[in-house]
């Protein structure tokens, strides 16, 4: 199972994601070192176990806001070999570079508004996105089509309860089992309330490609060796 760790950026800082509720969200405090600067964190998180992917949200940009573009060219240009999810916000095909670091794959979250024949046009020039279905309190947050049409869906999609970020409530396995008989032969990962090694290991059981996961590294509920026992 893939376990990508996840870093919120708000105003050149990592900040801890809690349900969603972005105007809330406080420079984070983590057990792995001191602070909340970017390339700090992201080298405690590979000190902790050899990652391969690193998920970025970029809250600014999500909230059409400044975006938070040196930052991450700076953790690109640190990791060289670290894989990158970024989340923008962005879901228009104007919104993309013609050209983009080989090392980026774009997520495209529902909660933008994208619809399904937007995100089909949008799959059509930019290489393998990833699809995030943003649900919150048991609600789709986003264009009802985009599920309806899981045919258009990439290969790996995101199944994500935003109600459970930050939160110690655990993954939202009956959302899960809605979703999976939509994305046959897809890649499901989940995200949103991922507490400790149980959690992992049933999510393990249930056959999906990988998790995110963000609060339970920096609390120390998930540890290195946690994650090599899943090897």
Same mark, same amino acid.
């Not at 950026?9 to 349900?19: I, P």
């Not at 992201?42 to 000190?47: D, F, I, K, R, S």
């Not at 290969?155 to 935003?162: A, R």
């Given at each position: 199972?893939?376990?990508?760790?996840?870093? +919120?950026?708000?105003?050149?800082?990592?900040?801890?994601?809690?349900?969603?509720?972005?105007?809330?969200?406080?420079?984070?405090?983590?057990?792995?070192?001191?602070?909340?600067?970017?390339?700090?964190?992201?080298?405690?998180?590979? $000190?902790?176990?050899?990652?391969?992917?690193?998920?970025?949200?970029?809250?600014?940009?999500?909230?059409?806001?400044?975006? $938070?573009? +040196?930052?991450?060219? @700076?953790?690109?240009?640190?990791?060289?070999?670290?894989?990158?999810?970024?989340?923008?916000?962005?879901?228009?095909?104007?919104?993309?570079?013609?050209?983009?670091?080989?090392?980026?794959?774009?997520?495209?979250?529902?909660?933008?508004?994208?619809?399904?024949?937007?995100?089909?046009?949008?799959?059509?020039?930019?290489? @393998?996105?990833?699809?995030?279905? +943003?649900?919150?309190?048991?609600?789709?947050?986003? @264009?009802?089509?985009?599920?309806?049409?899981?045919?258009?869906?990439?290969?790996?999609?995101?199944?994500?309860?935003?109600?459970?970020?930050?939160?110690?409530?655990?993954? +939202?396995?009956?959302?899960?089992?809605?979703?999976?008989?939509?994305?046959?032969?897809?890649?499901?990962?989940?995200?949103?309330?991922?507490?400790?090694?149980?959690?992992?290991?049933?999510?393990?059981?249930?056959?999906?490609?990988?998790?995110?996961?963000?609060?339970?590294?920096?609390?120390?509920?998930?540890?290195?060796?946690?994650?090599?026992?899943? @090897?």
């Amino acid at each position: 199972m893939h376990i990508i760790p996840v870093i +919120d950026l708000y105003q050149g800082q990592v900040v801890h994601a809690v349900r969603g509720q972005r105007e809330h969200y406080q420079p984070v405090r983590s057990l792995l070192c001191t602070g909340s600067d970017p390339c700090a964190i992201v080298q405690a998180m590979l $000190n902790l176990y050899p990652f391969t992917t690193l998920y970025i949200a970029d809250l600014d940009a999500i909230q059409s806001n400044k975006e $938070n573009k +040196d930052v991450i060219d @700076e953790l690109q240009q640190e990791f060289p070999h670290l894989a990158f999810w970024l989340d923008s916000g962005k879901f228009r095909k104007e919104d993309f570079p013609d050209f983009h670091h080989s090392s980026t794959t774009y997520v495209i979250g529902s909660e933008t508004g994208v619809t399904a024949d937007m995100f089909d046009k949008l799959s059509a020039i930019i290489s @393998e996105p990833v699809l995030s279905l +943003d649900f919150k309190a048991g609600i789709f947050s986003g @264009e009802a089509n985009i599920l309806q049409h899981p045919e258009i869906w990439p290969q790996n999609i995101i199944v994500m309860n935003l109600a459970r970020v930050g939160s110690s409530e655990g993954p +939202d396995m009956d959302l899960l089992e809605k979703i999976k008989p939509l994305s046959t032969g897809k890649n499901i990962y989940m995200a949103g309330g991922i507490r400790n090694i149980d959690d992992l290991r049933k999510l393990d059981t249930s056959g999906v490609a990988g998790v995110l996961v963000a609060t339970a590294l920096h609390d120390g509920s998930i540890t290195g060796a946690d994650i090599s026992s899943l @090897e």
